[in-house]
């Protein structure tokens, strides 16, 4: 975790690194439900970065995208947002 509270996984995310965020996701090296400095969880990161990606194709809200799902939940919901 760095001084921001950020773990791999958020920086997995950040910097779209797929591949090395569904190893963590797979191998349970993660918490995806942990939060940062500021509050956010990796899956709210995930839908920040593809509502960024997407503005204006998709008008879908963080709140329609399930912000406070758990585990599986949110697993499964950050791959979909990544596809």
């Given at each position: ?12 995310i ?32 995930a ?19 399930q ?17």
């Amino acid at each position: 975790m760095d001084s921001d509270g950020r773990t791999p996984l958020f920086r997995a995310i950040y910097y779209l690194d797929l591949d090395l965020a569904e190893m963590l996701l797979k191998t349970g090296g993660c918490d995806p439900n942990i939060t940062d400095n500021e509050g956010r969880t990796p899956l709210k990161l995930a839908v920040s970065r593809y509502q960024a990606a997407h503005s204006s194709e998709d008008s879908t809200t963080v709140s329609q995208m399930q912000p406070n799902a758990t585990e599986p939940e949110s697993s499964e919901l950050l791959w979909q947002l990544s596809y």
